[in-house]
């Protein structure tokens, strides 16, 4: 069973499109995020989620809204997809005793927007 | 502004030998010092972490060393397999408003080569 799973793996779309990632983990955990990983690697929080509370927002701009039905399920929803969205967005989790610090990753989301 | 910086940006070592990976910082609030690795396609997972109570931790092959004088930590990894071909991340954990943040290196492509 893989512990954080978030879906689709790869996203192709034309710019100005809506799209969303959904992403579930059965950890238990109580803590979600949103990472995104750019061209050259770097990774960069976007989002935390607390039992289905926002904890942490970055300076991502807000066609970005990310969604907590529960706290097992993260979603990322994209609106007016622009060329610099294209990246990996990785989901994430983690036991809210150890926050940050000891974080299980999904296997990413490529998205590319044409 | 990147708060921690990580080198080299890429790495290539002989089966057998000695990989280091360097990574300094400038928060002095940063208290935990994790290590990710991420292989193509997947997400990173944890390996190794410090806190900087100690100078030294050691897991198998992996190593981390600490300098809190100097700002700095770096992984070694004895006798480098294929295997561990990977991108490497250092990461610095930052108390933000009791929520820990964790910020990452720019990351490091290490190439094992038999």
């Known amino acids: 069973d893989t512990a954080v799973s978030q879906t689709p793996k790869y996203l192709v779309t034309q710019m100005g499109n809506d799209k969303s990632i959904k992403c579930e983990q059965n950890l238990g955990h109580d803590t979600m995020y949103w990472y995104k990983q750019d061209s050259k690697k770097f990774l960069k929080i976007m989002f935390s989620?607390?039992?289905?509370?926002?904890?942490i927002n970055e300076t991502v701009p807000n066609r970005f809204s990310p969604k907590s039905p529960d706290k097992a399920h993260l979603n990322l929803h994209i609106n007016s997809l622009e060329l610099g969205d294209s990246a990996v967005y990785f989901c994430a989790s983690s036991p809210w005793e150890d926050t940050n610090e000891k974080l299980f990753f999904g296997s990413g989301t490529q998205l590319s927007v044409l | 502004q990147q708060q921690v910086k990580q080198s080299p940006q890429s790495l290539i070592v002989q089966k057998g030998g000695i990989s280091i990976i360097n990574c300094a910082y400038e928060n002095t609030a940063f208290d935990y010092f994790p290590w990710y690795q991420q292989f193509p396609g997947k997400g990173p997972a944890l390996l190794i972490a410090i806190r900087p109570d100690v100078s030294e931790k050691k897991e198998g092959r992996f190593t981390i060393s600490f300098n809190k004088s100097a700002k700095q930590f770096s992984l070694h990894i004895m006798d480098s397999q294929p295997g561990d071909s990977a991108t490497y991340f250092c990461?610095?954990?930052?108390?933000?408003?009791?929520?820990?943040?964790?910020?990452f290196g720019t990351g490091t492509r290490l190439q094992v080569f038999p």
């Open positions: 989620y607390n039992n289905k509370e926002l904890i």
């Open positions: 990461a610095a954990s930052e108390a933000l408003y009791n929520t820990d943040k964790l910020i």
